[in-house]
């Protein structure tokens, strides 16, 4: 009898299945942990049941959502330095490593991860951030959980879930000159809505994957999350081992090889069955940007806004709330809006090669409004300044900071003021995500560099020709 | 936690496409310890204005006392925030319907007791409609699996794993410690058959 057909998706979750009780519920194994400031409740459930972590070699700790991007030797604000200093004393008190605020390996975590070789092929990654998602560019099973769900992976190393459906992207043909992996994303995004793949697993596929580097992937499957999907998944192959070889935690020797020779067979076996599966034609994709308050509300820059009124119920009642929010014209054209800062950074968009275009756009140019510049990690900052990207941001008029969220969610202070228009090359546009008030266009971070420039909302694509 | 089966208590309607987690608690109130509650904080920034007023147009500024709300799709997107689901508990949610949830949202609300009742889109517009403004007496029944509201029985979906969570009161912590020798077992053989996975302790 032949074996079943299966997806990567299904051999990674087999390979991690410890039980499968009658009602269908999973205990799966988890392979590596990450833990952030925000784990403290998870610890505090932990320390209330005097509970030890069952695996701390396999629990990572860093220091992101908090991290102040200047003056690191003196945080102003008591209850940022004390989420930052909880978390540096709950990983000592249970022997688990931890890139603090001084470490030059600090980082956000899913650029941390990947950067170290803590994030390999067929590995099962948690993490108490949505955002983990990003980590299945490598081939891995990777899904953000809540604290009572961190407190259990503390606690067993081990997570209760549902087995998700499955969903295929497949992106056809090559995107376009100066398009990316994150217009890839808001594509789709607003093709399927904000909850088009809601309790699907994804695997990205296609020749335009094929084509993405490392970086590239990861920027597509972080933004799994946002189109409602449980993970996103890229099966590895040579460029994920290109990039994992010699990281500081990737297996070494003939430990190396044996494994590449295990995560070639993390594929999708010819003719497995998929729930769902979904075509996109990679020459479609314009650059793309956000106009509203859900990631799903992103358009083309050559287009114009909905008018609300030629909608019909809820969606009506949204696009007029988020145009309300957004203080734009139903029917205007995006390109020109005019914005009053720019943010390049977080986990979807602050890795090298994000860094590197954004440069290329604004090399010899001056920004028309202020922004920061806040790279992903301390390497990936070492690795600009090697490069000279800080010059050219610096001289360009915006701020070049340390590695942390940042402008993403604001917690560690860094935030848009109300009513303030920011090109940013985050995540969630949502409302007051970047503060109250806030206004929030997502886009590439060539994008924002080209908003930068001019001022406005702005097609890259003549900023960019001839410069990459 | 102690299980349920019946939630009886006001309804209001939140008439709003993808409440997402950061909405129900915006981000600069998430370093609050849980015992000092998270109930102030619920959808913070629609219930008061930029001087910290109630904005008296809001449901749950006009009926404190609700423990169901009604909600359209893709209510908890976004941030795996657990503190949602605590803004919402604390502030005495019970039971949030809608025609679906962000995945982790609705893990995270079964975990401490909440309820996500899933509804189909149409069945969720005519509830909308017939709370309005107001708040109306309302009853889910986790045991039979439905909604009685007026003299109407509207079924709900919901997942039987969480369903069974919900009644019991369990706790996945408490499950898990019986299956200590599995995962022993298990872990010995992922050590075996992918010792990649592996790590040293640091010291
Ligand atoms: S950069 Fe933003 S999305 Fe990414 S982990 Fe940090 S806060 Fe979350």
């Known amino acids: ?43 505090a459930k932990l320390a209330e049941r005097g509970l030890p972590v069952a695996e701390p070699a396999l629990t990572i700790g860093v220091v992101d959502h908090y991290a102040p991007t200047r003056n690191r030797d003196r945080i102003a604000a008591p209850d940022i330095a004390r989420m930052i200093r909880t978390l540096e004393e709950n990983t000592a ?25 803590l994030t390999l092929p067929g590995l099962l990654i948690n993490c108490g951030d949505s955002h983990t998602s990003t980590h299945g560019a490598f081939g891995a099973l990777a899904f953000g959980i809540g604290a009572t769900e961190v407190a259990h992976v503390l606690a067993t190393q ?55 580097s490392m970086e590239g992937r990861m920027t597509l499957c972080n933004l799994s999350i946002e189109g409602g999907a449980r993970c996103g998944m890229v099966a590895p192959d040579d460029v994920t081992f290109a990039y994992i070889k010699g990281r500081p935690f990737a297996p070494a020797g003939a430990d ?16 497995a069955v998929f729930d769902r599966e979904v075509t996109i034609d990679g020459a479609a994709i314009a650059p793309t940007v956000t106009w509203g308050t859900s990631p799903e509300e992103a358009l083309p820059i050559t287009a114009s806004l909905p008018d609300p009124d030629k909608l019909e119920g809820a969606r009506a009642d949204q696009a007029r709330a988020a145009m309300d929010y957004m ?38 140019r001056k920004a028309k409004v202020p922004g920061l510049v806040s790279p992903g990690s301390a ?6 300044e090697q490069e000279g990207l800080d010059r050219i941001f610096t001289q360009a008029g915006l701020d070049w900071v340390e590695a942390g969220c940042s402008m993403c969610v604001g917690m560690n202070g860094d935030l848009v003021a109300p009513g303030k228009r920011c090109a940013s090359s985050t995540n969630r546009n949502f409302k007051g995500r970047q503060g109250r008030g806030a206004r929030t266009h997502l886009m590439s971070p060539a994008m924002v560099a080209a908003a930068a420039v001019t001022g406005t909302l702005t097609d890259v694509r003549p900023l960019l020709d001839g410069r990459v | ?43 913070h920034d629609l219930r008061f204005d930029a001087e910290g007023a109630p904005r008296p147009d809001m449901a749950l500024n006009r009926h404190p006392e609700v423990s169901i709300l009604v909600t359209r799709r893709n209510f908890g997107s976004g941030s795996s925030r657990e503190a949602a689901v605590y803004a919402l508990v604390d502030f005495g949610i019970k039971a949030v319907i809608a025609p679906s949830f962000g995945d982790i949202f609705a893990s995270n609300a079964v975990n401490n007791g909440l309820l996500p009742a899933r509804l189909p889109e149409e069945r969720i517009e005519a509830l909308i409609a017939r709370l309005g403004d107001d708040a109306a007496v309302m009853t889910v029944d986790l045991s039979d699996g439905v909604i009685r509201v007026g003299n109407e029985v509207i079924p709900f979906d919901l997942d039987p794993v ?23 077992a298990f872990r010995a053989q992922r050590a075996q058959q992918a010792p990649y996975a592996m790590l040293p302790r640091e010291n």
């Open chain 1, 256 to 271: 190396w090889d044996r494994a590449v020779a295990d995560w070639r067979a993390l594929v999708s076996d010819e003719g």
């Open chain 1, 158 to 212: 081990t997570i209760w879930q549902k087995r998700p459906k499955t969903m295929r992207i497949t992106v056809t043909g090559q995107l376009g000159p100066s398009v990316t992996a994150k217009d890839l994303a808001l594509f789709w995004i607003a093709e399927l809505g904000a909850d088009g793949a809601r309790g699907h697993a994804i695997e990205y596929a296609g020749p335009v994957v094929r084509a993405l």
């Open chain 1, 327 to 364: 203080g734009l014209t139903p029917g205007q054209r995006i390109e020109g809006t005019p914005v009053d800062q720019v943010f390049i950074g977080s986990c979807t968009n602050g890795r090298i090669e994000d860094l590197r275009l954004a440069a290329a756009v604004l090399a010899g």
């Open chain 1, 93 to 117: 008190r249970h022997g688990i490593r931890c890139f603090g605020m001084r470490d030059p390996r600090q980082g956000i975590v899913h650029v941390m991860g990947p950067e170290q070789g």
């Open chain 2, 162 to 184: 969480w369903r069974l969570k919900l009644l019991n009161g369990w706790d996945d912590i408490d499950m898990t410690a019986s299956h200590g020798a599995a995962i022993a």
């Open chain 1, 379 to 384: 390497i990936v900052k070492k690795q600009a």
């Open chain 1, 1 to 43: 009898m032949n074996a079943p057909l299966r997806t990567l998706f299904d051999k990674v979750w087999e390979a991690h299945q410890v039980l499968r009780r009658e009602d269908g519920a999973c205990l799966l194994w988890v392979d590596r942990h990450l833990v952030h400031e925000g784990s403290h409740h998870a610890f």
């Open chain 2, 1 to 43: 936690m102690a299980g349920f089966s019946i939630i009886d208590g006001l309804a209001v309607a939140l008439p709003q496409d993808n409440i997402d987690t950061d909405q129900l608690i915006p981000a600069r109130f998430m370093s609050v310890p849980r015992k000092d509650g998270y109930g102030p904080y619920l959808l």
